[in-house]
């Protein structure tokens, strides 16, 4: 009897030792399966941060030096690819993946879009996943989406008689109330809502949707007003000699520093700006103060550097507007400030009691765009943010259509649901088959 206990305590225990060592594989299998998918997704990650770093042509892609490691730009494959890149993640992981060429694409609010997939195969302890992507990034091919009176980042509260005649975009939620009134599309971030008070109205004709993908909202690009711009005109403008020059009345009252790049227009101060792209670090112009805009053909560039570039210290990287803006001839040429802010440090632009008849086109997808008190702002707005108080009006203006970045920098973001899990290989001869 005591040798059948033993016996079947011994089969007892063999049933135990096998199920413990299947379940000990499969727990192995699975932890590998799931650290694929991770060294998939950093092979991703990878990829979109090189893009972005080496900013290669529509033609090209980023190269990785197998022996030191260096990134360089060269052109794509025969099949439009780039070669596949390799990384060693340790204890017993790697990754794979391969960037395609440039594909041109619309997105929903309108805007043109350069297009690339991204395929990464993650490989752990002979466990295999595989991912795709589609990564976009605007062209500024316009620069402003075509018909947007307001588009700001973060969600937006739109209160106390707000009027807008053009389309409103946010990539959070939109809510309008106390008397809003919309006279265009209410276009949400994908899967917000928009929410529409009972004392707001929309006017008819026009739709409430959600976005297929975030507004591509690109930084802002220094590189052409650094190499040239016309901060040398309001350096003569009181020199009484040099050219180019631009030009003011009662001069006393404007206020141009060519070390830290303030341009200060104080009340019943007057100043037409005869240039075409200027470079600033703070503008500002006060209750009573004007700018003048001759005669021109093409839209006149205001650029705000970053204030890190501007010694960090407080108001740096900032437009306060008060006065007025006045075109001296029709039809007028829309004025553009190019805000490029900061992510660690505060900008803002206020427009607390400018009444822009003259159109004006303010892109700060970095900063803090201020409006207050009874304001009508004609042309269009991007934004981080709007604060907007007491019957503020925004309207669209269609020679907005007309802004081009001339920027060749393309800053590309996961598109939104475009992420795949694939077969473990490629089914056909191109690396995304499967996907």
Not at 37 to 42: M, Y
Not at 275 to 302: H, N
Not at 319 to 324: D, I, Q
Not at 380 to 389: F, Q, R, T
Request: hydrophobic share 35%; aromatic share 6%.
């Amino acid at each position: 009897m005591a040798l059948a206990v033993l016996a079947t305590v011994a089969g007892l225990a063999t049933v135990a030792a096998s199920a413990a060592i299947v379940s000990n594989n499969q727990s192995f299998r699975g932890n590998n399966a799931k650290r694929a998918v991770q060294a998939a997704n950093a092979g991703i990650q990878a990829a979109i941060y090189q893009t972005n770093l080496m900013q290669p042509g529509s033609s090209e892609c980023v190269h990785k030096n197998s022996s030191d490691g260096a990134l360089s730009n060269s052109a794509v494959e025969a099949d439009n690819w780039c070669p596949p890149q390799s990384e060693d993640l340790g204890d017993g992981a790697s990754y794979q993946m391969q960037v395609s060429a440039v594909s041109d694409a619309t997105s929903s609010t309108g805007l043109p879009l350069a297009q690339r997939t991204v395929v990464s195969t993650g490989l752990v302890n002979g466990v295999r996943r595989r991912a795709a992507v589609t990564i976009n990034a605007a062209t500024g091919n316009p620069l402003f989406p075509p018909g947007f009176a307001v588009v700001v980042r973060d969600s937006i509260t739109l209160m106390n008689n707000a009027t807008f005649n053009g389309h409103v975009g946010s990539n959070g939620t939109i809510t309008l109330k106390n008397n809003s009134t919309a006279c265009g599309d209410i276009v949400t971030g994908p899967g917000k809502t928009a929410t529409i008070g009972k004392n707001a109205t929309q006017c008819p004709g026009y739709s409430v949707y959600s976005a297929s993908e975030p507004f591509d909202l690109q930084p802002v690009d220094l590189s052409g007003p650094k190499a040239a711009n016309d901060n040398i005109r309001l350096t003569n403008m009181k020199a009484g000699s040099g050219t180019p020059q631009d030009t003011c009345s009662n001069c006393s009252k404007v206020s141009w520093s060519s070390s830290t790049r303030v341009l200060t227009v104080e009340s019943n101060g007057v100043l037409t700006l005869s240039g075409d792209t200027y470079l600033f670090c703070r503008l500002e112009v006060k209750s009573g103060a004007r700018i003048q805009i001759p005669a021109r053909t093409t839209p006149l560039k205001i650029y705000i550097d970053t204030p890190e570039n501007c010694g960090g210290s407080s108001g740096m990287g900032s437009v306060v507007w008060n006065g007025e803006l006045v075109n001296l001839y029709s039809p007028p040429q829309v004025v553009a400030i190019l805000v490029a802010g900061s992510t660690t440090k505060s900008t803002i632009v206020d427009l607390p009691t400018n009444d822009a008849t003259s159109p004006m086109a303010i892109y700060a997808p970095n900063s803090t765009i201020n409006l207050k008190n009874n304001i009508k702002f004609t042309g269009a707005l991007v934004a981080k943010s709007i604060a907007a108080m007491n019957n503020a009006t925004f309207t669209w203006h269609d020679s907005v259509n007309g802004l081009r970045s001339g920027s060749d920098i393309r800053f590309y973001q996961i598109a939104t649901g475009s992420y795949k899990e694939c077969t473990g290989t490629p089914t056909g001869t191109v690396p995304d088959s499967g996907c």
